[in-house]
């Protein structure tokens, strides 16, 4: 009901963040009013503008109502504010990296006793942020929802606006990510291992946690839209259909895909603790490569059925 089951984006410096779906296209607002809330996104706050956007913080939180934010501790992934200290001064959090400063202050020799004490006692057990975040989402309560056949016209217009978006601050975006994403892959010196070993293992990893992505939202695009076949009339379900059918084929065609490259242990690099898939040859390039023209030709056809059937 977000339309991110239809996203595809890719920045040319093959960066882990281009699978975030708030990034280059907002999906957050349609789902909020999918699920009937309202919704209030706080972007890129300059200094002067942050201190009534804690004030709204804090009355949140007065209303037992979490806050989502990005950047609060340690790198800039997704986190909840949960609470404030010293009048709104600091927020207290809950991220995806707090397990290891936990072990740390559950041990008994905790390098820091005071630390131990401030979080378990005085906060209870939260930790507190590090930045300011540099977006902020806000649910600021509940509202009708659309009706089902309403959320899925709006559903099928977001898969042809976020097919023909522009780039938005470096991210391509439906079409032109996947054209270059397939311009990417062609970059024959950017995947030499003895040129750049570091680089090339990330571009690696990114490009397998892109396959994974898209495998995914195309999967979930075709529950949606089976879940929403007795909404419409026999005309529109056939064109609902096909686009079921073309949705199951992109993610079929990418679970083979590495199906094949994870059998073989020629295939697998590890890095760090990922398993990044090894398209470094040309030829497993250029298989990936005729894949994404594949699946570029199917995402052409799904516009095209979708605007049959608005109209």
């Known amino acids: 009901m977000s339309g991110a089951c239809w996203r595809t984006c890719f920045t040319q410096v093959w960066d882990f963040s281009c699978t975030d779906a708030l990034v280059a296209f907002d999906y957050a607002a349609p789902l909020s009013r999918a699920i009937g809330h309202s919704f209030r996104m706080a972007d890129r706050l300059e200094k002067q ?9 804090m009355e949140d ?11 609060l501790r340690v ?13 709104g001064e600091r927020f207290l959090c809950r991220t995806y990296f707090d397990r290891e400063a936990f072990d740390i ?43 089902p056949l309403e959320s899925l016209r709006n559903s099928l217009s977001l898969l042809t606006a976020s097919f023909h978006a522009e780039e938005n601050r ?10 270059a994403w397939i311009k990417g892959l062609s970059k024959e010196e950017d995947f030499r291992l003895d040129m750049d070993r570091e680089a090339v293992l990330r571009r690696l990893s990114v490009n397998d946690n892109m396959l994974c992505c898209l495998g995914d939202a195309r999967q979930a695009a075709a529950s949606y839209l089976r879940e929403s076949l007795p909404l ?12 079921m059918a073309n949705c199951e084929t992109i993610s079929r065609m990418i679970s083979e895909f590495r ?18 898939f090894g398209v470094s040859t040309p030829r497993l390039r250029e298989e990936q ?23």
């Not at 939180?61 to 950047?71: C, D, E, H, S, T």
């Not at 199906?259 to 990044?276: F, G, K, Q, W």
């Open 259 to 276: 199906d094949r490259l994870s059998r073989s242990p020629a295939c697998a690099i590890s890095y760090n603790t990922v398993r990044a």
């Open 49 to 57: 503008e942050r201190q009534a956007e804690r004030l709204s913080i």
């Open 232 to 243: 419409l009339p026999e005309s529109g379900q056939s064109y609902l259909a096909e686009i």
């Open 105 to 147: 202050l559950e041990q008994e020799n905790c390098p820091n006793p005071e630390e131990r004490r401030l979080v378990f006692e005085d906060n209870e057990g939260y930790l507190f942020s590090d930045f300011w975040p540099f977006l902020l989402l806000h649910f600021e309560g509940k509202r009708q929802k659309p009706a």
């Open 75 to 87: 790198a800039p992934e997704w986190g909840i504010i949960t609470g404030y200290t010293d009048g």
């Open 170 to 179: 470096g991210y391509h975006q439906g079409k032109e990510a996947y054209e």
């Open 289 to 311: 490569i005729i894949l994404l023209k594949e699946a570029l030709e199917l995402e052409e056809e799904n516009c095209r059925l979708a605007q049959k059937i608005l109209e």
């Open 61 to 71: 939180i007065q209303r037992g109502r979490p806050v989502l934010a990005i950047n």
